[in-house]
């Protein structure tokens, strides 16, 4: 058994613990129903299921016998729709944050939980229509010279795939930094009209620069290597390199719920009610403003 695929399979274990977790918080907590927290489900889920995907990619490959190949192809399918539903919740997570500062005045009254529940189920039916790919012959099981380094996938795939996440982070990218402005422009303006000291504000400010940084310096060190090297590799290049960048890009399953979940206040309450019944004394009440982001 190869360290590496011991390895992913208990990183699949971890992330899938951990985000059963956040749907657990999130369905047992009625407060917590706004379009935001559904797309943060919907990350979750997404992740839950990349996570039980690693999972099942173990179990075909070590104790599957004899080898079935609708099984190799099945568990294939379930990574790729479930990591394409998380870059894809992600990017909702990101046009929401911009939309919420953006039209800030008419934000709630526009973005529905309707709305955002038709929004999702399109969104996963796209990706679940990925997933479905290598089940539909789109794979290299007949054709061994023409294997990418997600095998059963084949190079030309593995491309269009690797071009498409990285035109999404383009995207992501664009949208964080249309955020900073907004978020420091109305900094600013309640600095002015409540007469804040100029610290105040700065640190507000930091707070919310360090928290894009966070986001997405921590999404492009788990991904854009893998998928670069997607694009100029196949599968003759040595497994170990695809191994040692698969890893950093399935923990990123494992960094989003502290990311978008356990940081967020309502959460946190959520959480310290479910574990021990109380909100701690030092726990702060302050609702998030644009500036935090």
């Known amino acids: 058994v190869s360290p590496w695929d011991i390895a992913l399979c208990a990183t699949g274990t971890a992330v899938a613990g951990e985000n059963a977790l956040v749907l657990a918080v999130l369905f047992y907590t009625p407060s917590l129903r706004a379009p935001m927290f559904l797309l943060i489900g919907s990350l979750a889920l997404a992740d839950l299921l990349a996570g039980l995907g690693l999972v099942a990619n173990f ?77 539909l012959g789109w794979n290299c099981l007949r054709d061994q010279s023409s294997c990418s380094i997600l095998r059963p996938v084949t190079k ?29 422009r109305h ?53 170990v390199y695809t191994y040692s960048l698969a890893l950093p890009a399935t923990c990123n399953s494992l960094i989003n719920p502290i990311i978008y979940a356990f940081r967020n206040p309502d959460i946190q309450k959520s959480l310290w009610l479910a574990c021990c019944g109380c909100i701690p004394s030092t726990f702060s009440s302050r609702p998030r403003t644009s500036s935090d982001v």
Request: net charge neutral; charged share 10%.
């Open 187 to 239: 900094a600013q303006q309640i600095a002015v009209q409540h007469q804040f000291i100029a610290t105040a504000q700065a640190s507000s400010t930091r707070k919310g620069l360090s928290t894009l940084s966070l986001i997405l310096g921590t999404f492009a060190l788990c991904w854009i290597p893998f998928a670069i090297y997607s694009l100029v590799a196949d599968s003759s290049y040595p497994s």
């Open 156 to 184: 030309d795939n593995a491309a269009v795939l690797a071009v498409t996440f990285l035109l999404l982070f383009a995207l992501m990218m664009q949208l964080y930094l249309q955020i900073c402005k907004i978020a420091f």
């Open 59 to 135: 179990a075909v490959r070590y104790l599957l016998r004899p080898p079935s190949e609708a099984a190799e192809l099945a568990a294939a399918g379930l990574l790729l729709a479930a990591f394409s539903a998380s870059v894809c919740s992600l990017l909702a997570i990101t046009v929401d944050r911009y939309l919420s500062l953006y039209n800030a005045l008419t934000y709630h009254s526009e973005r529905t939980l309707g709305f955002t529940c038709a929004m999702v189920l399109l969104m996963w039916l796209l990706c679940l229509g990925v997933g479905l790919l290598p089940l």
